[in-house]
T-cell receptor, first 114, second 113 residues
Framework: DAKTTQPNSMESNEEEPVHLPCNHS???????IHWYRQLPSQGPEYVIH???SNVNNRMASLAIAEDRKSSTLILHRATLRDAAVYYC???????????????FGKGTKLSVKP | DTAVSQTPKYLVTQMGNDKSIKCEQN?????MYWYKQDSKKFLKIMFS???????INETVPNRFSPKSPDKAHLNLHINSLELGDSAVYFC????????????FGSGTQLSVL
């Protein structure tokens, strides 16, 4: 079962920043925080991941709370193409059979208005 | 070139039939997966293969049998299809190692009538 909690849906205006929250109060010390998104009629797509420090890449930024019990995915300027379901997933760093077991929750459906 | 490709994209069949979904990746990854997304949009892992060997086999009926002829391919064969098998099936691949990101195919929509 998913160990994260996300709002079911969020709305944003085009060109504005979007902050997608995720709660993971039972996170363990070896859990990485991963974000994937799924655009309509497509497979999931990796967005970003981190452990303790904030992370930036060309798609988004990930802000991780100091106690690691929550995180926020930040899209700096939402576009219509960012409309998707965003999944926050905890993944153990352990190597082995469980490494591929991404456990997807319900995610947050992001709508972007022009 | 498509990194992870699945065929067919759509599959409509009758109950009781046997069908296969093919998956190929050209990324040189050692690990491949099958995920199922049901009508409520929940994504669940079914199988994981590393270098052609089964690593993960979640609670999936024996009617589902993955086959990995080489590490670039992971096909899914389904026997005696049931109505409840209707879903979108996604293939994915990743390099081997902790926290490597997964690359997903575009999915195969299976409809069992």
């Amino acid at each position: 079962d998913a160990k994260t909690t996300q709002p079911n849906s969020m709305e944003s205006n085009e060109e504005e920043p979007v902050h997608l929250p995720c709660n993971h109060s039972t996170i363990s010390g070896t859990d990485y925080i991963h974000w994937y998104r799924q655009l309509p009629s497509q497979g999931p797509e990796y967005v970003i991941h981190g452990l303790t420090s904030n992370v930036n890449n060309r798609m988004a930024s990930l802000a991780i709370a100091e106690d690691r019990k929550s995180s926020t995915l930040i899209l700096h300027r939402a576009t219509l193409r960012d409309a998707a379901v965003y999944y926050c997933i905890l993944r153990d760093e352990g190597y082995g059979g469980s490494q591929g077991n991404l456990i997807f929750g319900k995610g947050t459906k992001l709508s972007v208005k022009p | 070139d498509t990194a992870v490709s699945q065929t067919p994209k759509y599959l409509v069949t009758q109950m009781g039939n046997d069908k296969s979904i093919k998956c190929e990746q050209n990324l040189g990854h050692d690990t491949m997966y099958w995920y199922k997304q049901d009508s409520k949009k929940f994504l669940k892992i079914m199988f994981s293969y590393n270098n052609k060997e089964l690593i993960i086999n979640e609670t999936v009926p024996n009617r589902f049998s993955p086959k990995s002829p080489d590490k670039a391919h992971l096909n899914l064969h389904i026997n005696s299809l049931e109505l409840g098998d209707s879903a979108v099936y996604f293939c994915a691949s990743s390099p081997t190692g902790p926290n490597e990101k997964l690359f997903f195919g575009s999915g195969t929509q299976l409809s069992v009538l």
